[in-house]
């Protein structure tokens, strides 16, 4: 607890990109440390940044109705985003943008070591899964890295606005939902 801390100490005051230039706030993450299972997104919007918590607008809103459908919540898995600032407009993270901030997320997730770790969208996915993901042929595929589960569903910004995704991605939540069970089932208990 007092490692995140520190590091949520350090990141608050960063000043690695411009960004932080615009910034109301520094959203770090949430939730508790001794998870098995991380959910992350590119960056915080408007609410976000006024509030200085990772997914609490629409979006977020949303997203906490999804993970309820599966036994999941702010109180049992961690959430955080590539970038700790907002973009103007709302706009895709740079990657320049990316890669100064890329540190901070790396040390909370050495600090949570999950088991699982969800990216939420297109950017997540291409920055911690791989290049050249297509989160629209790949979304739900499982992959093992250095024993680590990922995979990556649409953005809940993106299904807000095309609702046509919405049964590819409750199909997407029963199959993590699947894994948490397989791996980490003293999550599911967690309520």
Not at 113 to 139: N, W
Not at 168 to 177: C, G, K, N, P
Request: aromatic share 6%; with cysteine; charged share 25%.
């Amino acid at each position: 607890m007092e490692q995140m801390e520190q590091l949520r100490s350090r990141c608050l005051s960063c000043n690695q990109c411009p960004l932080c230039e615009t910034r109301h706030n520094v959203v770090f993450g949430v939730g508790p440390e001794n998870t098995g299972v991380m959910f992350i997104g590119e960056g915080p919007g408007e609410q976000e940044d006024l509030k200085g918590e990772p997914f609490v607008g629409p979006a977020g809103r949303y997203l906490d109705e999804m993970l309820s459908i599966i036994d999941l919540g702010r109180h049992n898995c961690y959430i955080a985003n590539i970038v700790k600032c907002r973009p103007p407009r709302n706009r895709d993270p740079l990657q320049t943008e990316q890669d100064a901030c890329i540190g901070w997320l790396r040390q909370q997730t050495a600090i949570i070591s999950p088991r699982i770790i969800v990216c939420l969208g297109r950017i997540a996915a291409m920055k911690i899964i791989r290049e050249d993901y297509r989160i629209t042929r790949e979304h739900g595929r499982w992959v093992q890295k250095n024993g680590i589960w990922f995979t990556a569903i649409y953005h809940p910004s993106a299904l807000l606005r095309d609702v046509s995704k919405r049964p590819d991605t409750f199909a997407d939540l029963l199959s993590i939902r699947e894994k948490v069970r397989e791996v980490c089932p003293e999550l599911l208990q967690m309520q």
